[in-house]
C-alpha cells in the first residue's frame, strides 16, 4: 500500500493547539519557530531550499489564533500550498533589512507587550544573524523574547500516528535496499563505489533523498562510522558497515547493517551476536516511564557488564524530522519514555586493532513497550558472496 503523503489540516490544528495550550501554561504569549524541522512541523512547508543559508525564514505561533509565516518572497507560492493563509513577504536577499521591520511588525500586531519563545535548548539554533536577532530585540517594542521553556521540543518528542507511519515507510524503504548489497559489494569494489551504488538503490525503492550515509569496512570492523568513503577496494574477510539516513516525506529512518564479504572471522561473528544481543536487550527494557538512561544500561550491561563507558557517546537518540532527535541514550539523560516516542538502539562494541562493530535499529514506544520500525535483524551477520 502506498503511504499518504503530508498530514491533514486537523493534524496541523492540534499541533497549534497544543502549543497554544503550552504557552498558556508557560506564560507565553507567542512562539517564534525559525529551523526547517520546526516549520515544517507545524505548517508542512517542505523544501529542500533549505540548504541554502542566505534567506531566514519565521513563523509566528501566537496564544491564540492562527500562526503568520513571516518568509522571503521566493518562499510564497509553495507556504500558499500548507494550512496557513497569513503569509508575509519581503524580497530576500536584503542586505540592509533582510526581514527584521517586517517581523518586528508582525510580533507587536499580534502580541503587543507580551512575551514571545524561541527554542533556545539541547540540539536548537537560531538560523538568522546574530546581528539581526539583536536588532529584533531593539525593534520590538515592548515584547520581549526568551527561550521557549522546551515546548517545541516537548511536542515534536511525540510522534503522531501519520508521523510514525512516515517513518515506517523510510525503514522498510531502507529495508528492501539493505536487501540488495549483494548487488553493489564484494571483494574488489572501492567502498566509494558502494556508498554511491546503494545510494541508488535506496532511490530506486522508493526514498526522496539520501541525506546521510556513513559506514566503514576492515578485518575486523571499522576505526570510526562518520569518515567518507575511500577508494579502498573491499577484501575478503572484511566487514562492511552501511548507515543510512534516507528520508521519505521529511522523516527520516536512521539504521545500518554489517556484512561479511566472504566467510566472517570468528571474532566478528561472536561480535555481531552480542550487538543483537544488547538489542534485544534495550527492546526489551522500553516501557512508558522507563528513561533514556535506562536503556543505556540495559544494553550496556550486555557490552561492558555494566561499566557504563562512552567512549563513543551514546547508545542510541530520537529520531523523526531530524536524523538525530531527543534524547540521546546516555547514562546522565533522564527523559521519560512515552508512547509515540521515535528511538535508535544503537550500540557498539570494540573488536580488536582499534576497530568496532555498530549495530542499530529503529522503535517506537508504546503503551505496552516498544514495536520494531526497522526490519529486525537476525543475530548471524549477513555474508555476501566473493
Not at 507511519?165 to 540488495?180: E, L, Q, S
Not at 575486523?220 to 516525506?249: H, K, N, Q, R
Not at 582499534?354 to 526497522?374: C, D, F, K
Amino acid at each position: 500500500m502506498t503511504e499518504a503523503r503530508g498530514f491533514s489540516q486537523a493534524e496541523f490544528e492540534a499541533r497549534l493547539a497544543h502549543a497554544q495550550a503550552a504557552m498558556a501554561r508557560e506564560g507565553l504569549d507567542g512562539l517564534l519557530v525559525t529551523t526547517h524541522p520546526d516549520v515544517y512541523y507545524f505548517t508542512g512547508f517542505l523544501t529542500g531550499f533549505w540548504e541554502s543559508p542566505t534567506r531566514p525564514w519565521f513563523v509566528l505561533l501566537p496564544q491564540a489564533g492562527a500562526p503568520v509565516a513571516v518568509i522571503p518572497g521566493i518562499g510564497a507560492a509553495l507556504m500558499k500550498k500548507t494550512w496557513i493563509t497569513d503569509i508575509r513577504t519581503w524580497a530576500s536577499p536584503d542586505l540592509a533589512d533582510d526581514g527584521v521591520s517586517l517581523l518586528a511588525d508582525t510580533l507587536k500586531e499580534a502580541i503587543g507587550s507580551g512575551r514571545i519563545g524561541i527554542p533556545d535548548g539541547h540540539e536548537s539554533h537560531l538560523r538568522m544573524p546574530v546581528a539581526d536577532f539583536e536588532r529584533l530585540k531593539r525593534e520590538c517594542g515592548a515584547v520581549t523574547i526568551t527561550g521557549d521553556r522546551g515546548i517545541v521540543r516537548a511536542l515534536r518528542l511525540v510522534k503522531s500516528e501519520a508521523e510514525i507511519a512516515k517513518i515506517a515507510n523510510a525503514c522498510a524503504i531502507a529495508g528492501r535496499a539493505f536487501d540488495r548489497v549483494g548487488e553493489v559489494a564484494g571483494a574488489g569494489d572501492p567502498l566509494a563505489s558502494v556508498f554511491r551504488r546503494f545510494q541508488m538503490l535506496c532511490l530506486e525503492e522508493g526514498a526522496d533523498q539520501v541525506r546521510y550515509l556513513a559506514g566503514g569496512a576492515g578485518p575486523y570492523g571499522y576505526s570510526d562510522v562518520i569518515s567518507p568513503a575511500s577508494e579502498e577496494p573491499l577484501a575478503s574477510g572484511d566487514c562492511l558497515m552501511l548507515d543510512t539516513g534516507l528520508t521519505w516525506d521529511g522523516y527520516f529512518c536512521d539504521y545500518d547493517r554489517n556484512f561479511a564479504i566472504g566467510k566472517p572471522d570468528p571474532l566478528v561473528r561472536s561480535a555481531h551476536e552480542r550487538l543483537i544481543e544488547a538489542t534485544y536487550c534495550g527492546f526489551a527494557a522500553v516501557r512508558p516511564g522507563a528513561t533514556a538512561a535506562d536503556l543505556f544500561h540495559a544494553m550496556d550491561k550486555v557490552l561492558t557488564g555494566g561499566e557504563a563507558r562512552t567512549d563513543n557517546g551514546r547508545l542510541g537518540h530520537g529520531l523523526g524530522i531530524q536524523l538525530t532527535e531527543w534524547p540521546s541514550l546516555i547514562p546522565a539523560d533522564e527523559t521519560a519514555l512515552v508512547p509515540g516516542m521515535v528511538l535508535t538502539l544503537e550500540p557498539g562494541i570494540a573488536t580488536r586493532d582499534g576497530n568496532m562493530l555498530v549495530h542499530e535499529e529503529n522503535i517506537v514506544v508504546t503503551e505496552n513497550g516498544a514495536r520494531w520500525l526497522s526490519p529486525l535483524q537476525e543475530p548471524a551477520i549477513r555474508v555476501l558472496a566473493i
